[in-house]
């Protein structure tokens, strides 16, 4: 049977209520923050495709070489008839090289919040790699979720995927707490590949989210253009800057949105006054040691199997397996 078409599943909340309240709740508080995961809109999805293309944005392509050149050991550690469920699928690139490997997988199923971003991927997965099964899911993998019931059966084994280091956005217990819902979304007997970012020089870190060209500052900027579009906003984004750097002693990128100027901006029917020199906190991003991100994981519930990292040890990419 061919299967050149992705399945789609919508286990999404309703985002405009949610990035409505998430805004007016965020920029009310104090300090000010936009969740990270309203940076991915269309035009957000596709300015991060961007920034992985970036010359100074060492991970995307550090984890995926990675990743294609231990496919092979990746592959023969998952088996045969396993269903791929990848959290945060983006542009499902990262798993391409990883499903021409595997012996008979039975589904891959990407999750993303970004809708049409996810069905656009999942179709192109769907007819690069006709014989495999494409069933795309859109939800919120902060949340609890199901899978749709159809998934449940017919598979030897469940391998969650997580790449990209998007573990690194969530504090260590919000860390804990997603990955001890990634094991019950996945049952007892499932695996997880996951890629950590690691700690080294801050100035490789900052030049990674401070590129020559920009991009990422429009990336961050562009929830601004976000809240405007989607919340009535009259924000002027050249009144905000992108402000990213390293913090060594908490082992974390922390990324804001700084305000150029005393202001008030409007969004969803409210005003936020918004001082000069004031930061909308957006995104931590947290480095690791490989001796921490195992210890991290088995909080849990997660034995580690295996790890590789590339020759300069700027990445790392680990298998482990829900312990017994
Ligand atoms: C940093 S990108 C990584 C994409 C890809 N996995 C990679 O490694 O290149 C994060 C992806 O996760 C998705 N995402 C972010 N927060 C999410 C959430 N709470 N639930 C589901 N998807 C989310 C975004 O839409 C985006 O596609």
Redesign the pocket.
């Known amino acids: 049977m061919r299967h050149a078409t992705a399945k789609f599943y919508d286990r999404a909340p309703a985002v405009v209520e949610s990035f409505e309240q998430a805004v007016i709740s965020g920029l009310s508080a104090s300090p000010k923050s936009i969740p990270?995961?309203y940076?991915?809109d269309a035009a957000?999805?596709t300015l991060?495709d961007k920034i992985?293309e970036l010359p100074e944005y060492y991970p995307?392509r550090t984890?995926t070489r990675i990743l294609d050149d231990n496919a092979a050991e990746i592959a023969a550690l998952i088996g045969p008839r396993a269903q791929i469920v990848?959290?945060?699928?983006?542009?499902?690139?990262?798993i391409r090289v990883l499903l021409e490997l595997l012996v008979s997988p039975k589904t891959y199923v990407p999750?993303?919040?970004?809708a049409e971003?996810?069905q656009s991927a999942a179709e192109t997965v769907a007819r690069a790699h006709p014989s495999i099964p494409v069933a795309a899911v859109c939800?919120?993998?902060?949340?609890n979720f199901d899978l749709p019931q159809v998934l449940e059966d017919g598979y030897d084994k469940r391998v969650a995927f997580?790449?990209?280091?998007?573990i690194g956005?969530m504090t260590n217990s919000e860390a804990v707490a997603f990955l001890e819902r990634v094991r019950h979304l996945c049952g007892p007997r499932s695996d997880l590949l996951i890629?950590a970012d690691l700690q080294k020089e801050p100035s490789l870190l900052n030049a990674a989210y401070n590129d020559s060209q920009g991009i990422t500052a429009e990336f961050t900027l562009n929830v601004l253009h976000r809240i405007n579009r989607e919340l009535d906003g009259d924000i002027d984004v050249s009144r905000f800057v992108h402000d990213a750097g390293y913090v060594p002693e908490r082992g974390r990128m922390e990324i804001f949105l700084r305000s150029e100027v005393d202001q008030l901006i409007h969004a969803a029917g409210r005003g936020f006054r918004v001082r000069s020199g004031e930061r909308i906190h957006i995104e931590y991003s947290y480095k690791y040691t490989i001796d921490g991100f195992r210890d991290l994981v088995a909080s849990a519930g997660y034995t580690p199997v295996h790890y590789w990292v590339d020759a300069q040890q700027l990445f790392s990419v680990h298998y482990l397996r829900v312990a017994a």
């Open positions: 990270c995961r940076l991915y957000g999805s991060f992985c995307t984890e990848e959290l945060g699928s983006g542009s499902s690139d990262k999750i993303d919040i970004s971003h996810l939800a919120d993998y902060t949340s997580f790449p990209g280091s998007t956005n890629g």
